[in-house]
């Protein structure tokens, strides 16, 4: 099983920020917490990552726990071209849990 | 840059038969890895080749084979394919194995198999 836990869906208005959470309480000390997402009928996109520090670029920001057994994928005002299945991954498990699929609504 | 492409995007197989998923990456990445994705599922890792020369197995590699050609290239065989190995085939590549990197990922290959 993966080792991050995520919610099955979300939704969001357009044009409104949009926080994916994801939890991983048995993260170590070296495991990076990546964010992709995927398109219908497209292999998954990289998103941003982090290791302890909050981390921003043109996509998205991420926030991470204090206690890096949590983190947030911050949208800062969704589109429709947003919407997708969200996946958060400890990049030295690699492994894809179902992910959150967020609708966003016009 | 092209990326990272595969070959082929469908594929219709026979249970018995075999095949080779092509896979290339032209951004120099010295890590390559093969996923599947099944139906509503996220993906689950097959093999991967930290650097050319090295392969190992990830979380399903039951029933398949790999071959880093080149630097460039990943190849996924099926011996003797089965339906349970229908599936949605992605390819991934990274600078490197460490976490620090990120993947980047084809656009699937769909094989189903009857």
């Known amino acids: 099983d993966a080792k991050t836990t995520q919610p099955n869906s979300m939704e969001s208005n357009e044009e409104e920020p949009v926080h994916l959470p994801c939890n991983h309480s048995?993260?170590?000390?070296?495991?990076?917490i990546h964010w992709y997402r995927q398109l219908p009928s497209q292999g998954p996109e990289y998103v941003i990552h982090g290791l302890t520090s909050n981390v921003n670029n043109r996509m998205a920001s991420l926030a991470i726990a204090e206690d890096r057994k949590s983190s947030t994928l911050i949208l800062h005002r969704a589109t429709l071209r947003d919407a997708a299945v969200y996946y958060c991954?400890?990049?030295?498990?690699?492994?894809f849990g179902a992910g959150t699929r967020l609708t966003v609504k016009p | 840059n092209a990326g990272v492409t595969q070959t082929p995007k469908f594929q219709v197989l026979k249970t018995g038969q075999s095949m080779t998923l092509q896979c290339a990456q032209d951004m120099n990445h010295n890590s390559m890895y093969w996923y599947r994705q099944d139906p509503g599922m996220g993906l689950r890792l097959i093999y991967y080749?930290?650097?050319?020369?090295?392969?190992d197995k990830g979380e399903v590699p039951n029933g398949y084979n790999v071959s880093r050609l080149n630097k460039r290239e990943f190849s996924l065989r099926l011996e003797s394919a089965a339906p349970s190995q229908t599936s949605v085939y992605f390819c991934?590549?990274?600078?490197?194995?460490?976490?620090?990197?990120?993947?980047?990922f084809g656009p699937g290959t769909r094989l189903t198999v009857t």
């Open positions: 048995t993260i170590s000390g070296t495991d990076y």
């Open positions: 080749s930290a650097s050319e020369g090295t392969t």
């Open positions: 991954i400890l990049r030295g498990d690699m492994r």
């Open positions: 991934a590549s990274s600078e490197a194995p460490s976490g620090f990197y990120e993947q980047y």
